[in-house]
T-cell receptor
């Protein structure tokens, strides 16, 4: 079945550091790919998405490119802030069939001042 | 527009009891999905409702059920609670499908089973 694998956390960085959170997927066809963020005590917020190969999703300084050849959707940000501290989830929507999201296990990110 | 709302936010129940959680989607959204979030299993899809019909179902026992009303509000019921049902239950709504699919999540209901 479809699945998503994220780099294990937790990840701790200093403010203004470069961020990469790796995400790879296994799926048939061409799924849509997403990054969600969860702040403490809250639900998930859609951060960005890409719906086809080579698409780049971007939002709030975060970027991710849909790489079909490597089945990856890595999240990057050039300069992180303390306010970026949260749990980040990579997810896919299957190409056909169920209207649902399949999530990775989440990566906890802590940014120190 | 108001976001997805879930009630109650916190709930404590005893093993063997049953519980009903409620979700109000974003106005105009007809699809409502439920997910269970636990530290061990992560985020797992429970089911999705669209226009009062269950359209998709995850791999959960029959103790987990749901329904959707004509105004798109949804409820989720868990009967004969077990300790392992302790989790954050997230509701999400959507008004899109196919490649443009996006889900918007509520804050969740944290259920503790003792």
């Amino acid at each position: 079945g479809d699945s998503v694998t994220q780099m294990e956390g937790p990840v701790t960085l200093s403010e203004e550091a470069f961020l990469t959170i790796n995400c790879t997927y296994t799926a048939t066809g061409y799924p849509s790919l997403f990054w969600y963020v969860q702040y403490p005590g809250e639900g998930l917020q859609l951060l960005l998405k890409a719906t086809k190969a080579d698409d780049k999703g971007s939002n709030k300084g975060f970027e991710a490119t849909y790489r079909k050849e490597t089945t990856s959707f890595h999240l990057e940000k050039g300069s992180v802030q303390v306010s970026d501290s949260a749990v980040y989830f990579c997810a896919l929507k299957p190409f056909q069939g169920a209207q649902k999201l399949v999530f990775g296990q989440g990566t906890r990110l802590t940014i120190n001042p | 527009k108001a976001g997805v709302t879930q009630t109650p936010r916190y709930l404590i129940k005893t093993r063997g009891q049953q519980v009903t959680l409620s979700c109000s989607p974003i106005s105009g959204h007809r699809s409502v999905s439920w997910y269970q979030q636990t530290p061990g299993q992560g985020l797992q899809f429970l089911f999705e409702y669209f226009s009062e019909t269950q359209r998709n179902k995850g791999n959960f026992p029959g103790r987990f059920s749901g329904r959707q009303f004509s105004n798109s509000r949804s409820e989720m019921n868990v009967s004969t609670l077990e300790l392992g049902d302790s989790a954050l239950y997230l509701c999400a709504s959507s008004d899109t499908s196919g490649r443009d699919y996006e889900q918007y999540f509520g804050p969740g209901t944290r259920l503790t089973v003792t």
